[in-house]
C-alpha cells in the first residue's frame, strides 16, 4: 500500500505542476491530492495543518483561475465578445503548443472586441494585455502553489 501511495503523490505532484501550464488539466487539484497521497504516508511529516492551510490555497487558487480572467478584462475595459474570445482563445490554442497557449487568450480576446468594436484596434489591443495578464497571474499563482506542493512530496515520500 506505501509504495501505490508514493506512486500516486509523485505522479499527482508531477502531473498537476504540468497542469500549472496546460489548461486541460487540473493542476492545482492535481498536486493536492498528491499531497494528500504523502500525507498518508507511514513517516510523513506532513502535518494536519499544513494539509488544510494548502487545502485552503489550492481551492483559492482554483476559484481564482476562474474568476481571473473575467475580472482582468472587465479591469481592462473589456466587453463578453472579448472574454468569450479569450475564452475560445485558450482552448484553440491548446492545439499549437507553448506559443498557442499563451497567444490563444490574447488572439482571441484581440478578434472579440474588434467584432464588438470594429474601429477600435487600441482598445481590443489593451483587452487583450489583459487577458496575457490573467493568463500569466493566473499560471504563475499555479506554478508557485504546485511548486510547493510538489517540494512537500517529495521531502515526505524521500
Known sequence: ???ILIVAAVACGVIGFLGAVLPVLPGTILSYIGLLCAYFLV????????????GVISALAVILDYILPG?????????????????????LGMFFGPAGIILGPF????????????????????????SLLSFFLG????????????????????
Do not use: C, P, R
Request: aromatic share 12%; hydrophobic share 45%.
Open 1 to 3: 500500500m506505501e509504495t
Open 43 to 54: 513517516d510523513s511529516d506532513i502535518s494536519t495543518q499544513k494539509l488544510i492551510f494548502w
Open 71 to 91: 475580472y482582468m478584462s472587465k479591469k481592462f475595459g473589456g466587453t463578453k465578445k472579448g472574454i468569450t474570445g479569450a475564452t475560445v482563445g485558450v482552448f
Open 107 to 130: 488572439i482571441g480576446a484581440f478578434v472579440g472586441e474588434m467584432m464588438n468594436d470594429h474601429n477600435s484596434t487600441d482598445k481590443a489591443f489593451k483587452v487583450a494585455l489583459g
Open 139 to 158: 499560471t504563475g499563482l499555479k506554478l508557485i502553489i504546485g511548486g510547493f506542493l510538489l517540494y512537500y512530496i517529495i521531502v515526505a515520500v524521500i
